[in-house]
T-cell receptor, first 115, second 117 residues
Framework: EAQVTQNPRYLITVTGKKLTVTCSQN?????MSWYRQDPGLGLRQIYY???????DKGDVPEGYKVSRKEKRNFPLILESPSPNQTSLYFC??????????????FGNGTRLTVT | DQQVKQNSPSLSVQEGRISILNCDYT??????FLWYKKYPAEGPTFLIS?????DKNEDGRFTVFLNKSAKHLSLHIVPSQPGDSAVYFC????????????????FGQGTILTVHP
């Protein structure tokens, strides 16, 4: 089954404790992206990757890191989480990005709480 | 600066009637528009899209209308069904933005649609 898999689904952590949210897709998609969803703000892009070893900042990259060492994986790293990073996070992938008109496929989300 | 706006946080409709969800945008470079649907505890799923060269696109019960002069698009669901109850996001992208805008979708805030039996 074609899918984007994120782990964990729920995560509660404390300020400053490094964490990684994993994302994997099995569709051989070139483009991957991370979004956060906050009430009243919709989905905002954190980082995106057009292919292996090619990543770039989205609208709200501060406090986040990503890497794309393999095509299928695109982990989101919070080196020193803070309470304002409490949010619902989505990983997404598509064949080759928005300009190709191929729709994004989203994972089921990771609910992160930072205390 | 919210470039894509969905001004109605929620909409309630009776089963069988029409649901109309609205979306406004400010960036005149946007030339491709999409609607995504999101159920609780799931990620958004693609519903329907429209290119700026068209003013209407239809897929079964779902029709998207684009008014470029007004920078406005709408999603019509006819007839509405209880299973349509979800959050609907509109999104937009620009083909020739280049640079850091490549492949980027800009989303609205979402509208919660509730269809009552």
């Amino acid at each position: 089954e074609a899918q984007v898999t994120q782990n964990p689904r729920y995560l509660i952590t404390v300020t400053g404790k490094k964490l990684t949210v994993t994302c994997s897709q099995n569709m051989n998609h070139e483009y991957m992206s991370w979004y956060r969803q906050d009430p009243g703000l919709g989905l905002r892009q954190i980082y995106y990757s057009m292919n292996v070893e090619v990543t770039d900042k989205g609208d709200v990259p501060e406090g986040y890191k990503v890497s794309r060492k393999e095509k299928r994986n695109f982990p989101l790293i919070l080196e020193s989480p803070s309470p304002n990073q409490t949010s619902l996070y989505f990983c997404a992938s598509s064949l080759s990005g928005g300009q190709s008109r191929s729709p994004l496929h989203f994972g089921n989300g990771t609910r992160l709480t930072v205390t | 600066d919210q470039q894509v706006k969905q001004n109605s946080p929620s909409l309630s409709v009776q089963e069988g009637r029409i649901s109309i969800l609205n979306c406004d945008y400010t960036n005149s470079m946007f030339d491709y528009f999409l609607w995504y649907k999101k159920y609780p505890a799931e990620g958004p799923t693609f519903l329907i899209s429209i290119s700026s060269i068209k003013d209407k696109n239809e897929d079964g019960r779902f029709t998207v209308f684009l008014n470029k002069s007004a920078k406005h698009l709408s999603l019509h669901i006819v007839p509405s069904q209880p299973g349509d109850s979800a959050v609907y996001f509109c999104a937009a992208s620009a083909s020739y933005a280049g640079g850091t805008s490549y492949g980027k979708l800009t989303f609205g805030q979402g509208t919660i649609l509730t269809v009552h039996p």
